[in-house]
Every structure is written in C-alpha cells, then in structure tokens.
Nanobody, 120 residues
Framework: QVRLVESGGGLVRPGGSLTLSCRAYGFDFNCYAMCWYRQVPGKERELVAMIDSTGGSTNYADSAKGRFTISRDNYKATVAMQMNSLKPEDTAVYYC?????????????WGQGTQVTVAS
C-alpha cells in the first residue's frame, strides 16, 4: 500500500526547532523527488523545500532559506526537514509530497500532513 507518513510536528516556541520526518511505503522512493509543502487555513498550499531523487540538489522557498534544511535517506526511504529559528508565521500543516522523476510511474503522492504550531 502506497503511503507517506509524516511525523515530528508539534508545538514549539518562537526561536525553537523541530525536525519533520516522512517515511515512504509502497513505491520506489529512489525515483521520486521529495518536497515539503505547508498550508494554513484559507491559503493555498505552498512549497517550502524540495530535494531531488539523489539528494544532490535542494531548493527552498525564500521564507525557509537559512533556517530549514531538507535531507533524504534513500536506503530508509525517508525525507526529513530540520526547521530552526521558527517563527509564528511558520505555523501550518506540513505535508510530505513525492513527485515522480521517471516516466511511466504514478505521478505523485501526498502525505496526510502534520501540524506545526509556533507560539509562546
């Protein structure tokens, strides 16, 4: 069964840190770029960070640059995002997303989301 299972969300104070993790099941993880998106109520889901299928290239939203770091372990089929210096505006539901980079595979998968709340 194909699943993306996020973990690591929670409540943290401004300036604090969290690490989100996402475990992939049921598909060839090595053939997918991985992303973290986030969404707040009433707003569109936005891309926060992306890592290519090999882990050799990353991209970040301007809001995440210098504070967040995305990484992956293709042996464990996991992707993580270390979030430092968190701000109240980082409060959102964070989603793990897999995007196929090989033709012929299912195009993409979404996780169920994990809540991150930054508040004092």
């Amino acid at each position: 069964q194909v699943r993306l299972v996020e973990s690591g969300g929670g409540l943290v104070r401004p300036g604090g840190s969290l690490t989100l993790s996402c475990r992939a099941y049921g598909f060839d993880f090595n053939c997918y770029a991985m992303c973290w998106y986030r969404q707040v109520p009433g707003k569109e889901r936005e891309l926060v960070a992306m890592i290519d299928s090999t882990g050799g290239s990353t991209n970040y939203a301007d809001s995440a640059k210098g504070r967040f770091t995305i990484s992956r372990d293709n042996y464990k089929a996991t992707v993580a995002m270390q979030m430092n210096s968190l701000k109240p505006e980082d409060t959102a539901v964070y989603y793990c997303y897999a995007k196929a980079v090989v033709v012929g595979l299912p195009d993409d998968y979404w996780g169920q989301g994990t809540q991150v709340t930054v508040a004092s």
